[in-house]
């Protein structure tokens, strides 16, 4: 006999934490300046915490906003937003400890603020793909796609930084083409008529403005995202160059937008997402010292990329590839991160001593030829194709393990939803009448492309 969901759903959850409590019991203890036995006078708060904190509200502020564009789907958009990002860093943790921590030396895996970086940094990769999946999965679903996806997310991560030893700083391979690319695997493997046809596939005035505060968050923010791993001078060049591809790109994006309309108006999508691709689109090289002027560029490519990608890719790959991508995180997230992965490399080939002064062996340490376990004692031309060949491995990962995913997530055991419940929240949450939208047609229909809204007023793409 089949478990109700509101059996299902809480006895899995629980479980979920149960492990987890049980496993940090066994393996896991604070770092050692926060053991009181162990007195340390480097703490790292203030350090690593302003900066985290900011990571911090990205992830579960700025991603949960930006998820509320659907006009049914507010309670959903936000409230799995928090829950898939409590339990990937969580998860992230004992994975993590899998791949990077010498489990035969005995010791116990350390919670860290760096650790908690890096758990945030998968939270935001699960998003990502979420972003593929958002209305047309049941949160057991997804509770599925986050303990696969941090597996392989990690498993990408360890070969690209322990054996391919490429530089990706503020994760525009390990996190934003490999959270766009698994989730449109996913996406690819869950696909129905459906999911383009609802008729709650629809934003409006408001949720549209809800989604606009989370576009907000994530931008005022995005320099903290890509220099918090960086160090020194790399961390200052990483702020300065991400700020200014991120101002580059909201100017060239309100432009594109306006061209690309006939009457010259701009399309609200735009500016909730394409602003944004700047910030992607700088991270691999962001600690580089790729010069302001270099970061505009960058970020002026990511706007144009990203914005046509809206206007017109979001149909291609729902009509060529049965992907539908109601987010659009292949304009925003996938298309930029792999210009970010081509500058990067770029930029390796590129690098000598004499324009990244002793930064050269901190970005690129396999560069370096003086017996560190990284010194590889490589040229600028091997490193570029180190860059590449971690880009091709994040690609095929992501895809591999999307897939896989997916054909998990397909088994009847979890509850995917109804056509009926579809960019719905009446499935699973409690909501009122009062404000609910019962009549859809005032509101702006989500185009069969999954991602680009059409103005119902004026009948413009």
């Known amino acids: 006999m089949a478990l109700p969901k509101r059996v299902k759903f809480p006895l899995a959850t629980l479980l979920i934490q149960a492990v987890f409590i049980i496993i940090y019991v066994i393996f896991v203890d604070y770092e050692d300046a926060a ?10 708060t203030p350090r690593y915490y302003p900066m985290f904190q900011d990571v911090h509200v990205m992830v579960f502020v700025g991603f949960g906003f930006l998820y509320t564009f659907l006009q049914r789907y507010g309670y959903s958009g936000f409230g799995y937003n928090i829950l898939l990002g409590a339990v ?30 890096n758990g945030d940094f998968n939270a935001a990769t699960v998003l990502i793909s979420f972003g593929a999946l958002i209305g047309k999965t049941g949160p057991l679903q997804l509770l599925v796609m986050v303990i696969l996806e941090v597996v392989f997310a990690n498993l990408n991560q360890y070969i690209g930084t322990e054996h391919l030893t490429a530089s990706d700083v503020g994760g525009s391979m390990y996190i934003h083409v490999f959270g766009a690319y ?31 505060v989370g576009t907000v968050f994530l931008w005022c923010f995005w320099p903290s995202f890509n220099a918090v791993s960086a160090v020194d001078d790399g961390r200052l060049r990483a702020v300065l160059n991400t700020f200014a591809s991120l101002l580059a790109c909201v100017v060239v994006t309100l432009a594109v937008s306006s061209m690309l309309s006939r009457r010259g108006t701009f399309d609200i999508i735009h500016l909730q997402n394409a602003s944004l691709a700047g910030g992607v689109a700088v991270g691999t090289c962001a600690d580089m010292p790729i010069k302001p002027w270099g970061a505009m560029v960058i970020g002026s490519l990511a706007a144009i990329i990203s914005t046509f990608g809206y206007k017109y890719g979001c149909d291609i790959l729902s009509s060529k590839w049965k992907v539908h991508d109601p987010a659009g995180i292949n304009n925003l997230h996938g298309m930029p ?10 930029m390796a080939g590129l690098a000598t001593s004499n324009n990244f002064g002793d930064s050269l062996y901190v970005v690129f340490p396999a560069r370096a030829s003086n017996g560190t376990i990284y010194a590889d004692d490589r040229s600028a031309n091997e490193q570029a194709g180190y ?16 897939l896989l995913t997916g054909l998990v997530m397909r088994l ?37 492309g999954g991602g680009l809204l059409t103005n119902s007023t004026n009948g413009e793409m």
């Open 35 to 44: 053991d009181p036995t162990k007195p340390d006078s480097d703490y790292p």
């Open 337 to 346: 991160g792999i210009l970010a992965a081509l500058a990067g490399a770029a």
């Open 412 to 448: 009847p055991v979890w509850d995917d939803p109804e056509d009926e419940y579809l960019y719905d929240d009446r499935d699973y949450w409690e909501v009122s009448d009062q404000g609910f939208p019962s009549d859809l047609s005032e509101v702006r229909p989500l185009n069969t």
């Open 182 to 212: 698994f989730g449109l695997a996913v996406s690819r493997v869950l696909y129905k008529d459906s999911h383009e046809t609802s008729t709650s596939l629809r934003s409006g005035y408001l949720s549209d403005i809800f989604a606009l």
């Open 387 to 402: 860059q590449l060949a971690a880009l091709a491995t994040t690609l095929g990962i992501a895809i591999v393990g999307g």
């Open 88 to 117: 990937a860093v969580q998860w992230t943790l004992i994975v993590r400890a899998l791949f990077f921590h010498d489990m035969a030396s005995g010791s116990r895996v350390k919670m860290s603020l760096i650790e908690m970086i």
